[in-house]
């Protein structure tokens, strides 16, 4: 335990062996005192201020799923608490590593199904990372430490994040995250299919889970922001259902359009081929 709390020397295999021992652990022991012990090393690590830097390492090289989303987990920390005092550079790797990484386990149709909590679970790391990255943070919520718990339902990951968030008008810091997501989405049917699962959530964090925590002037002006964006994504969906005929790419399709439909003008759906 003694090595993995040392962050004055690189993170190595050793490293990651002892913490994928140190969770397998804490999640399969029957022993009271054992569990305990380990749950304290787990939490000194994830609150020292270099825990973060460890984290790529951990998702790139651990064989363990839950170190993997315990990874995520001081990623989610960072981001919630300190993402605004990270150096801009600090910030945009962050990103460019999440956004790489989801866009890595999306492009493999088995990984992708036999690994979907994990995709589930980076998802919402990455919208709350581009919402955060465009928000400005009020006041912070202690969460309930179960909810990080990566035992629980994966569709539950993304109520996680973004407790009470004052949401700026964009674009911010990430002004060609949809751009981004909408052109990579055309590269493959499993890819665009996560896309549309990303795009999904974050219509449900902005407009959905965080219903009472803006102000009607404030959710006004962003839905008046995302119109702009949603042509990208209007274009997307048209492009998606008259070229494939994969059912779940179709499904998630319509899921994601189904959610956007509350808020987008009305021309989009009987002023078009939609």
């Known amino acids: 335990a003694e090595k993995l709390l040392d962050f004055n020397t690189p993170l190595d295999a050793e490293k990651i062996g002892i913490l994928d021992g140190i969770v397998n652990t804490f999640y399969t022991s029957n022993d009271a005192g054992q569990r305990s012990a380990v749950e304290a090393v787990m939490q000194q690590f994830s609150e020292h201020p270099l825990a973060w830097t460890r984290v790529d390492g951990i998702l790139e090289h651990?064989?363990?799923?839950?170190?993997?989303?315990?990874?995520?987990q001081v990623l989610?920390?960072?981001?919630?608490y300190r993402w605004n005092t990270l150096p801009t550079d600090q910030r945009d790797s962050i990103k460019t590593f999440l956004s790489s990484l989801t866009i890595k386990m999306s492009q493999d149709e088995a990984?992708?199904?036999?690994?979907?909590?994990?995709?589930?679970k980076l998802n919402a790391s990455l919208v709350q990372v581009f919402l955060l990255s465009n928000a400005l943070i009020s006041t912070v919520i202690?969460?309930?430490?179960?909810?990080?718990?990566?035992?629980?339902?994966a569709a539950n990951f993304k109520r996680f994040f973004l407790a009470e968030v004052v949401k700026q008008e964009?674009?911010?810091?990430w002004p060609t995250f949809i751009p981004d997501l909408t052109n990579a989405a055309r590269s493959s049917e499993t890819l665009c299919?996560?896309?549309m699962n990303i795009?999904?959530?974050?219509?449900?964090?902005?407009?959905?889970f965080s219903r009472g925590e803006m102000t009607q002037a404030k959710t006004r002006d962003l839905k008046q922001s995302l119109n702009t964006e949603f042509a990208l994504i209007h274009e997307l969906g048209e492009y998606v259902l008259v070229n494939t005929q994969k059912p779940s790419l179709i499904k998630?399709?319509?899921?994601?359009?189904?959610v956007y439909l509350s808020w987008v003008p009305l021309g989009y759906i009987f002023e078009s081929t939609l």
């Open 62 to 72: 651990s064989t363990n799923p839950q170190s993997k989303y315990f990874a995520l």
């Open 76 to 80: 989610d920390q960072l981001a919630k």
């Open 111 to 120: 990984s992708f199904r036999t690994q979907r909590a994990y995709v589930n």
């Open 142 to 153: 202690l969460s309930d430490p179960k909810a990080f718990l990566p035992n629980i339902p």
């Open 170 to 173: 964009w674009p911010a810091r």
């Open 193 to 195: 299919e996560n896309c």
């Open 199 to 208: 795009l999904k959530l974050l219509s449900e964090e902005v407009f959905d």
């Open 252 to 258: 998630a399709t319509l899921a994601t359009l189904h």
